[in-house]
């Protein structure tokens, strides 16, 4: 395979900033794999593993100032931004450190023998254990939070599983150091510095994926990439788990009644959402349904209104940058399509945001305008205006997978009057977050958090963020007649570590 330079680029001029590492060989890709896959013992303490965890949001956060400048020179996502989503990231890695302390993940149930039972029972006792080696592709536009320490990285190491990532291209410089801190954190627990690899290069991820002792994949990015990668997965001789989050419409309900109660802050709203980070979050609404009429006038008023006042903006490289001007001009040129708001070149390195607006009934039906229905990196979005509630239900039939599904309510529907619960019933469907009156931008990360949805927001059903997203690199095992001293310590009778657990049927705390 040939090696090509790894340039960190700065995406406000298009320069290149200095030469990071050359792309990874097959060879240093194995390499890498057979490095974590040698580390994977040193994981086996639950205890070790919590206070790694730690660790490594400490040396992360002590090393603030050097990461966000670099991560601001090679993103232009700005320090302010970028210093909340190390935050973010030191978080994550702590609350993981508390699940693996809790040890619930664990998911331990035993089962005495019982001879009543038709048929009998025998002795079962099940837990779960980890995987092997996880590959983690990193995503461009949280270069913290969804890259090298992100929650994939994070609950993969949480539950025991070594990482090997293969780093994106648009903040390379960033990539090497924080893998460089998350060793030294490593480290400092008796760890192997092979605990957490580190790969550049297409070629490189596409030995990643196919690599033997590569047991699951963590994925974020686009529908064309990540869907190469699943399939790659599936095709290996042995199958892994590949979970990757592909793309998301996101889309937005408005009623007539919340356009008639509240159009000026709905408007605003949007329009906060849709060009936050500059419209390069996954969950960006990008198709939002909007009541013809006055009602749905003043609502589009407010969003050309705070619109226009934004500043152009930097994407995260000049590829992503080009394929946005292209995108929002082929939607822009559709029939029967206005833009109050022309999105697209702001200058040499920059994006304008801007809306486009088109009669619902041209999304309905399948047509030249399923265009509208993809989505499209950056600050734009797409207001469908709709005559009456089947065209919303028709449009929302066409839609594929999302991540977040929004409805704008009335005080009196949120109440439980009108439509509110019927909405809710046809939007559970098509996401895995469901909103009320908020806007998508901004997943939080806690317990009950799920960041995915039907495919092509993801690929599986499990959770990128949040607690359970520790489940998609553990399998479940059972013990069954084995004497208690040959048990794993985790499945004993008197339970030594306090593990919660389900025991003869009965919940335990």
């Given at each position: 395979?040939?090696?090509?330079?790894?340039?960190?680029?700065?995406?406000?001029?298009?320069?290149?900033?200095?030469?990071?590492?050359?792309?990874?060989?097959?060879?240093?890709?194995?390499?890498?794999?057979?490095?974590a896959h040698a580390a994977r013992d040193a994981?086996?303490?639950?205890?070790?593993?919590?206070?790694?965890?730690?660790?490594?949001?400490?040396?992360?956060?002590?090393?603030?100032?050097t990461l966000v400048e670099v991560a601001d020179?090679?993103?232009?996502?700005?320090?302010?931004?970028?210093?909340?989503?190390?935050?973010?990231?030191?978080?994550?890695?702590?609350?993981?450190?508390?699940?693996?302390?809790?040890?619930?993940?664990?998911?331990?149930?035993?089962?005495?023998?019982?001879?009543?039972?038709?048929?009998?029972?025998?002795?079962?006792?099940?837990?779960?254990?980890?995987?092997?080696?996880?590959?983690?592709?990193?995503?461009?536009?949280?270069?913290?939070?969804?890259?090298?320490?992100?929650?994939?990285?994070?609950?993969?190491?949480?539950?025991?599983?070594?990482?090997?990532?293969?780093?994106?291209?648009?903040?390379?410089?960033?990539?090497?150091?924080?893998?460089?801190?998350?060793?030294?954190?490593?480290?400092?627990?008796?760890?192997?510095?092979?605990?957490?690899?580190?790969?550049?290069?297409?070629?490189?991820?596409?030995?990643?994926?196919?690599?033997?002792?590569?047991?699951?994949?963590?994925?974020?990015?686009?529908?064309?990439?990540?869907?190469?990668?699943?399939?790659?997965?599936?095709?290996?001789?042995?199958?892994?788990?590949?979970?990757?989050?592909?793309?998301?419409?996101?889309?937005?309900?408005?009623?007539?009644?919340?356009?008639?109660?509240?159009?000026?802050?709905?408007?605003?709203?949007?329009?906060?959402?849709?060009?936050?980070?500059?419209?390069?979050?996954?969950?960006?609404?990008?198709?939002?349904?909007?009541?013809?009429?006055?009602?749905?006038?003043?609502?589009?008023?407010?969003?050309?209104?705070?619109?226009?006042?934004?500043?152009?903006?930097?994407?995260?490289?000049?590829?992503?940058?080009?394929?946005?001007?292209?995108?929002?001009?082929?939607?822009?040129?559709?029939?029967?399509?206005?833009?109050?708001?022309?999105?697209?070149?702001?200058?040499?390195?920059?994006?304008?945001?801007?809306?486009?607006?088109?009669?619902?009934?041209?999304?309905?039906?399948?047509?030249?305008?399923?265009?509208?229905?993809?989505?499209?990196?950056?600050?734009?979005?797409?207001?469908?205006?709709?005559?009456?509630?089947?065209?919303?239900?028709?449009?929302?039939?066409?839609?594929?997978?999302?991540?977040?599904?929004?409805?704008?309510?009335?005080?009196?529907?949120?109440?439980?009057?009108g439509r509110g619960s019927e909405i809710l019933?046809?939007?559970?469907?098509?996401?895995?977050?469901?909103?009320?009156?908020?806007?998508?931008?901004?997943?939080?990360?806690?317990?009950?958090?799920?960041?995915?949805?039907?495919?092509?927001?993801?690929?599986?059903?499990?959770?990128?963020?949040?607690?359970?997203?520790?489940?998609?690199?553990?399998?479940?095992?059972?013990?069954?007649?084995?004497?208690?001293?040959?048990?794993?310590?985790?499945?004993?009778?008197?339970?030594?570590?306090?593990?919660?657990?389900?025991?003869?049927?009965?919940?335990?705390?």
């Amino acid at each position: 395979m040939a090696t090509a330079p790894v340039w960190s680029v700065d995406p406000r001029t298009g320069k290149q900033r200095e030469q990071v590492a050359v792309e990874a060989t097959a060879q240093e890709v194995d390499a890498a794999v057979r490095a974590a896959h040698a580390a994977r013992d040193a994981l086996t303490d639950r205890t070790v593993r919590a206070a790694f965890l730690r660790t490594a949001a400490d040396e992360l956060k002590a090393a603030e100032a050097t990461l966000v400048e670099v991560a601001d020179a090679e993103t232009a996502l700005g320090p302010v931004r970028l210093t909340g989503e190390l935050a973010r990231t030191c978080y994550q890695l702590r609350a993981f450190a508390d699940i693996v302390d809790e040890g619930a993940f664990l998911d331990v149930v035993v089962d005495h023998p019982d001879d009543t039972a038709t048929p009998p029972v025998p002795d079962l006792r099940r837990y779960k254990v980890p995987l092997g080696v996880v590959a983690v592709y990193s995503a461009s536009n949280f270069p913290f939070a969804f890259s090298v320490p992100g929650g994939d990285t994070a609950s993969a190491l949480a539950a025991g599983c070594p990482v090997v990532v293969k780093a994106h291209p648009d903040h390379p410089a960033l990539s090497e150091l924080v893998a460089k801190v998350l060793r030294r954190a490593a480290g400092r627990h008796g760890i192997p510095d092979g605990v957490l690899g580190l790969v550049h290069g297409f070629g490189a991820g596409i030995e990643l994926i196919k690599h033997p002792l590569v047991a699951a994949a963590g994925f974020t990015g686009s529908v064309r990439g990540g869907r190469a990668l699943f399939d790659a997965a599936a095709a290996r001789p042995v199958p892994i788990p590949f979970h990757g989050e592909l793309g998301s419409l996101n889309p937005v309900v408005v009623t007539e009644a919340a356009a008639a109660e509240r159009a000026e802050a709905i408007g605003a709203g949007l329009a906060g959402s849709m060009t936050l980070g500059v419209g390069q979050f996954c969950v960006k609404p990008g198709l939002v349904l909007v009541p013809s009429g006055a009602a749905g006038d003043g609502l589009v008023k407010s969003l050309t209104d705070a619109v226009s006042d934004t500043d152009a903006g930097v994407l995260l490289d000049h590829r992503m940058r080009d394929n946005f001007v292209a995108g929002v001009a082929e939607r822009a040129a559709l029939p029967d399509v206005d833009s109050p708001v022309t999105p697209g070149a702001g200058g040499e390195h920059t994006v304008s945001a801007g809306f486009l607006t088109v009669p619902a009934s041209r999304l309905a039906a399948e047509g030249e305008h399923d265009l509208l229905l993809e989505e499209c990196f950056g600050p734009v979005t797409v207001v469908a205006r709709y005559e009456d509630e089947a065209e919303v239900r028709g449009v929302l039939s066409r839609l594929p997978g999302n991540l977040t599904a929004t409805v704008q309510l009335s005080a009196e529907e949120a109440a439980g009057q009108g439509r509110g619960s019927e909405i809710l019933a046809e939007l559970t469907p098509l996401a895995g977050r469901v909103l009320v009156n908020g806007w998508p931008t901004g997943v939080a990360v806690a317990p009950a958090q799920h960041h995915g949805g039907p495919y092509p927001a993801t690929t599986s059903t499990s959770t990128s963020v949040g607690g359970t997203a520790i489940e998609r690199w553990l399998r479940p095992v059972v013990y069954q007649g084995t004497p208690e001293a040959l048990l794993p310590v985790e499945l004993r009778d008197d339970n030594p570590l306090g593990l919660p657990r389900r025991f003869n049927g009965v919940l335990e705390r």
